[in-house]
């Protein structure tokens, strides 16, 4: 079924979960009681959808974007709200209203600014990049709808001795945001983190190194031997040419039609400034263009959040459930015995109903809905601040975000001379973790892949056969990324 999954992955998606509230509606009808295996799960899950609902309606766009010379790689710079600082994120959903109103395209963030610029790097492949592509180049207009998790996991590369990171293609983003963090630890002096770093990464296209941020690129080339990295081309084509030359060259430094490409953007908008509005791409007509929201504004909000899912999931169930009473006091009324198995489906439909339309309903309105509408009033009104509003001509750009070049065999830092050479064939998974081991001497080492499939499967059954050895450190094992 990968195919199918692979290849109508709306369809594939919905069709799950058309599919599961069938089961769920008929089991119901056929066992009343069936609620109490159902509503654990579906209450977690609600409270999911909750969120994902509350971040649906808001509008942002495109603050800056880039291209590589040979359009295989795209870079785009979102900005994020201040309600997000703090907020540590990793991954981002993303639609896009003028390509497709029902495609949202998980992306992971491969660079976050203090500033809150989030940068996403995105790989042509299939139609839907190339439709992108396109009217990044044509300058049109593009507003974003944006879905972000609340929290991520603990960062757990911060606590490990020694960190080898195993990157393959464009998914390196997902590892690119680990090294990122580490590198801006290690520069404000915290004292935890790994003493020592190892980067491995494999690309078929060359271009795709591009995007290696130059604070990373910086500290694989200083002297103290921090961070090794290494990059190896696994292309069919030769990569000879002394004169190649490839970067992400920037489309528009501006949010949308502002000043001419290059020129330096005007960051925040002017009081005069007409606010950027996009007719018809939130569902709830919320059209003013503002920073990315955050799905939660913070840990109160979440339990908040979660307690009116489930007071409202078992509200929904006590109603339902007093149906049953109305009519056995009915039947009784009229002297005749209640037909239990007419009824009995009647009440569990009307009890899944009830249950679902309470358990998603009532929090949402009540913390996720009108917060959100006050705070987009309380952002688009008249004499507001303007700081969340973006205005047609607001433009951040980030430069440190950008990536490197690609001059012949090495990527090298804009304007500097000194590069990270690129070697032919892949990787020896087993050889790098050993030569890791034996440099560093250390007992426990974290694994971080993000890769294909294969490349993610070969570095897991290393680990296991390396773990296996008696008297050797332990490898542990952490996959950053996947395929949908």
């Known amino acids: 079924m990968e195919w199918c999954r692979r290849g109508f992955w709306e369809v594939y998606y919905r069709f799950h979960i058309v599919c599961f509230f069938g089961f769920m509606f008929f089991a119901y009808i056929h066992y009343s009681g069936s609620w109490i295996y159902f509503s654990p799960g579906l209450l977690l899950w609600f409270i999911d959808l909750v969120l994902r609902a509350g971040s649906y309606p808001n509008t942002t766009t495109v603050a800056n974007c880039g291209v590589s010379a040979s359009e295989e790689v795209v870079t785009l710079q979102i900005q994020a709200s201040k309600r997000a600082r703090g907020c540590p994120l990793h991954d981002i959903y993303l639609l896009f209203p003028t390509i497709s109103r029902w495609q949202w395209h998980p992306f992971t963030i491969s660079h976050q600014s203090p500033d809150g610029v989030l940068t996403v790097r995105i790989k042509r492949f299939g139609g839907w990049t190339e439709s992108l ?3 990044l180049k044509n300058r049109e207009p593009l507003p974003i709808r944006a879905s972000c998790p609340q929290y991520n996991a603990p ?3 911060r606590q490990d001795e020694v960190a080898v990171v195993l990157a393959g293609g464009i998914a390196s983003t997902a590892v690119l945001s680990v090294l990122s963090d580490l590198v801006a630890r ?4 915290k004292a935890t983190g790994p ?11 060359a271009v795709e190194f591009c995007v290696l941020d130059l604070s990373v690129a910086a500290a694989s ?19 000879l040419a002394a004169n190649q030359h490839e970067k992400l060259d920037s489309l528009e430094k501006v949010s949308s039609r502002g000043s001419e490409s290059g020129s330096e953007p005007r960051a925040g908008g002017a009081a005069k400034a007409k606010p950027l509005t996009f007719p018809r791409a939130s569902p709830f007509r919320w059209n003013r263009a503002r920073r990315m929201q955050p799905q939660t504004t913070g840990p109160w909000h979440l339990a908040i959040v979660t307690g009116l899912v489930f007071f409202g999931g078992f509200v929904g169930q006590a109603l339902s459930y007093t149906w049953y009473g109305e009519w056995q006091t009915h039947y009784q009324s009229l002297g005749e015995a209640l037909p239990y198995n007419p009824f009995f489906w009647k009440q569990a439909a009307v009890n899944c109903i009830v249950f679902c339309v309470i358990g998603l309903g009532f929090p949402f309105l009540v913390a996720v809905f009108l917060p959100n509408l006050y705070r987009y009033w309380r952002d688009t009104r008249a004499g ?3 700081e ?15 990536g490197c070049e690609l001059q012949g065999q090495e990527v090298v830092i804009p304007g500097s001379e000194a590069g990270i050479p690129i070697a032919s064939g ?3 998974i087993v050889t790098v973790l050993q030569g890791a081991a034996k440099e560093t001497g250390a007992r426990h080492i974290g694994v971080y892949v993000a890769g294909p499939e294969p490349m993610s499967r070969d570095a897991q059954i290393a680990t296991c056969q390396l773990n296996s050895t008696k008297g050797g450190a332990f490898f542990d094992f952490h996959k950053m990324a996947g395929l949908l």
């Open 388 to 402: 969340e509003q973006m205005a047609a001509f607001d433009g951040v750009w980030d430069p440190s975000s950008m």
């Open 221 to 239: 080339m200083s002297s103290d031997g921090w961070l090794s990295t290494s990059l190896f081309y696994t292309g069919k084509e030769p990569l």
């Open 133 to 135: 592509l396109n009217k």
């Open 195 to 205: 003493h020592r770093v190892f980067f491995v990464w494999a690309a078929r296209h």
């Open 426 to 428: 892949r990787p020896d």
């Open 186 to 189: 290690r520069a404000q002096g």
């Open 155 to 157: 960062h757990r590369w």
């Open 384 to 386: 507001s601040t303007g």
